[in-house]
């Protein structure tokens, strides 16, 4: 009797965690082939736009869509998600991404400018619905495993740096003279594998409750913590599509050559994500406060070396280390965000997040292109320090209050 009992206990848990390891395999592999998407924009988003643009100052312009993407479409799929269900909101990104690509492709074939830079205006959708996976694999799992979790899929991000670089490497020339146009037809199809591996996800539809219940979300918008949260990813990710929007621009006016630009964002890409197979260990042990101040500093660090010469070196340097930097502070606040919310909660409040941080990167993505043509590199990583110490301010009065608190 005993046995047939435990039996019935256990199946229905192994089923679970089953269920819970595909989706978080899934995820996994789908970040891998979305973040290419953001790979190859930034890639040769700026020699693109430099190409087409009617004025120089604009070269960066469609970068800038690329973030105003990203933003005005997370409340929008943080909606669907909350009505449909994460994998509706997933398909319809998956969607944008095939868009993305043969919109670009098209673009660059009859030279329009505006027509490209609608194109990354989809590409911003796609890459913010790939952002929110890193959510959805904390869903799958335990509360105290949430950070390993979100870390894990994010660590697919890894593969999109190799992927991404090499298939602007391997395909820019193939349809001469339309540089790049074969890169972003590679680029839809990717998305669409990404679309099929989607739909296999398992995560369960939003209850009634789930869809309207909960505080409202001015309520929970003026927690300490979930304000600290705000400012440290929107700063990580603020700096980060900053200099790295710039850097292949930046690259070619110095002189270096395309394939050292692609390399650059590859590894840059890399760090960014391959941190993830520990930083939930790290933020699980030390907290995330200590995790994001430490990306925070990393910042600074790379726009310091950034600023001692123009090398090659010297550009791979910062944009390696920025990455690391991007990671644990963007990983770390979002971290905090899921200490903020209930579980009625999570869709609404992890939306608002995602679009307090893409809505202020789209300030500095769009400064960044003029800020470059008009005062050189120098000046932006200079200018880089401003937002650092007023994240830095924010996380230690939080980290003050937790003190207080603890006694």
């Not at 891998?32 to 790979?39: H, P």
């Not at 194109?119 to 619905?129: H, K, P, Q, R, S």
């Not at 406060?289 to 790379?302: E, H």
């Not at 200079?382 to 301010?393: E, G």
Request: glycine share 10%; proline share 4%; with cysteine.
């Amino acid at each position: 009797m005993s046995e047939i009992t435990a039996s019935k206990v256990l199946e229905p848990a192994s089923s679970h965690y089953d269920a819970a390891r595909g989706n978080l395999a899934r995820l996994t592999i789908a970040q891998a082939l979305g973040g290419a998407n953001s790979a190859v924009v930034y890639s040769t988003g700026a020699i693109v736009g430099n190409t087409l643009a009617p004025t120089p100052a604009l070269a960066t312009m469609p970068i800038s869509m690329f973030v105003v993407g990203m933003a005005v479409s997370t409340l929008p799929a943080g909606a669907i998600a909350q009505r449909y269900g994460r994998r509706t909101a997933f398909l319809v990104g998956t969607g944008c991404g095939v868009l993305v690509g043969l919109l670009a492709a098209v673009a660059v074939v009859i030279g329009s400018f505006w027509l490209y830079c609608a194109a990354t205006l989809f590409g911003g959708a796609y890459a913010a619905v790939v952002l929110s996976f890193r959510f959805a694999a904390a869903d799958c799992v335990p509360a105290e495993r949430r950070p390993r979790a979100l870390s894990f899929v994010m660590a697919g991000g890894v593969v999109a740096g190799v992927i991404g670089p090499q298939l602007v490497n391997n395909t820019m020339y193939l349809w001469m003279p339309h540089m790049f146009a074969a890169s972003y037809l590679a680029q839809a199809a990717v998305a669409a594998l990404s679309a099929l591996l989607l739909i296999g996800v398992r995560l369960p539809v939003p209850t009634k409750v789930e869809a309207v219940g909960g505080r409202p979300v001015g309520v929970i918008a003026r927690q300490p913590r979930f304000i600290t949260a705000v400012i440290c990813g929107v700063v990580s990710y603020l700096l980060m599509n900053f200099l790295m929007t710039a850097a292949p621009l930046a690259m070619q006016l110095c002189g270096l050559s395309q394939e050292s630009s692609n390399l650059a964002i590859q590894w840059h890409v890399v760090a960014m994500y391959a941190p993830s197979f520990f930083t939930g260990r790290l933020i699980t042990r030390f907290g995330a406060t200590a995790v994001v101040m430490t990306g925070l500093v990393l910042t600074g660090i790379s726009a310091a070396v950034g600023m001692t010469g123009v090398d090659v070196a010297h550009f791979w340097i910062t944009l390696i280390v920025l990455g690391v930097g991007w990671n644990f502070g963007f990983l770390g606040a979002s971290a905090l965000v899921l200490e903020c919310h209930r579980p009625e909660e999570k869709a609404r409040v992890q939306s608002l997040n995602d679009f307090a941080v893409f809505g202020t990167m789209t300030l500095g993505s769009f400064l960044s292109g003029g800020l470059l043509t008009a005062y050189g590199w120098n000046t932006i990583l200079a200018l880089s320090f401003i937002p650092l110490v007023l994240a830095l301010l924010a996380l230690g009065g939080t980290y003050v209050r937790d003190a207080a608190g603890s006694r």
